[in-house]
């Protein structure tokens, strides 16, 4: 397995990660965090289930999606901004490799992103299976989900690098508090610009007098979006790898 990591991702990034997968699964805290917010994800089944007429099985679905988003940003808030923290002071050891700030956080992306991505594309495939939707709506919901927690990760990755903390081994210190404060503010503000700017969007592209120019007004809201996730994955993470890069040893 850990060949396989290598020849995808390369040598020093594989190993952090085939690491990192290990650590994740010896860690019961930490699974607990990433698997209760799964509870959450048996409601709208449950209240389906109690009223299987169609028109509330048809409601039931966005409710669904809903809890996915939930479920979804719950778990890349958790496992991203803990991500540096689970070195704790082994941290230092790997800033003894000869690789830079960057290497690392890119491992670090790359295992929150890919245990979230999986988890939200298995949660979005099961909804589309049991309420019956189509093809294409489960698809759009797929690439929704694997956009989304690239840039949710790229925010709680970079920012908790930015204000890391590595003194405590103890699990429930691994974040420090403005990480936590700015990491909310940050991905909430992200989805939030990203809900005003799909419904924007589609108003626009909506109304009579700008039907004729509705491809180019979907085209610059999918822009648009697609742009403010590139930067929210990248400026947090530039700016992680260069406190990194700088930080002092804390005795």
């Known amino acids: 397995s850990a060949r396989g990591w ?60 809903l809890m996915t988003g939930v479920i979804l940003f719950m778990q890349t808030s958790i496992l991203s901004l803990s991500s540096i923290g689970l070195e704790g002071r082994s941290f230092w ?30 949660l979005s495939l099961f909804s589309a299976l049991v309420f019956r939707v189509g093809w294409a709506v489960a698809f759009w919901q797929a690439v929704l989900v694997i956009i989304v927690s690239g840039a949710l990760c790229g925010l709680g990755v970079g920012i908790s690098a930015a204000f890391p903390r590595f003194v405590y081994e103890n699990p429930a210190h691994r974040v420090s508090a403005w990480a936590l404060i700015l990491g909310f503010f940050a991905t909430t503000g992200y989805l939030t610009v990203s809900g005003l700017l799909f419904g924007l969007t589609w108003y626009l592209g909506s109304q009579p007098e700008w039907r004729a120019q509705s491809f180019l007004i979907y085209g610059l809201g999918v822009g648009l979006f697609l742009a403010l996730t590139v930067v929210s994955i990248v400026f947090p993470m530039a700016l992680g790898a260069r406190r990194l890069e700088t930080y002092q040893w804390e005795h």
Request: charged share 15%; no cysteine; proline share 7%.
């Open 6 to 65: 290598r020849r995808i991702f390369g040598a020093p990034v594989a190993a952090i990660l085939v690491k990192d997968f290990k650590y994740l699964r010896r860690d019961n805290v930490l699974l607990s965090q990433l698997t209760m917010p799964l509870i959450l994800f048996l409601v709208p089944f449950l209240l389906s289930f109690q009223d299987s007429s169609v028109p509330f099985h048809d409601e039931m679905y966005p409710f669904a999606v």
């Open 93 to 122: 050891l790997l800033r003894t490799a000869p690789r830079s700030g960057l290497t690392l956080l890119w491992a670090k992306f790359l295992l929150s992103a890919l245990v979230s991505i999986a988890s939200g594309l298995i």
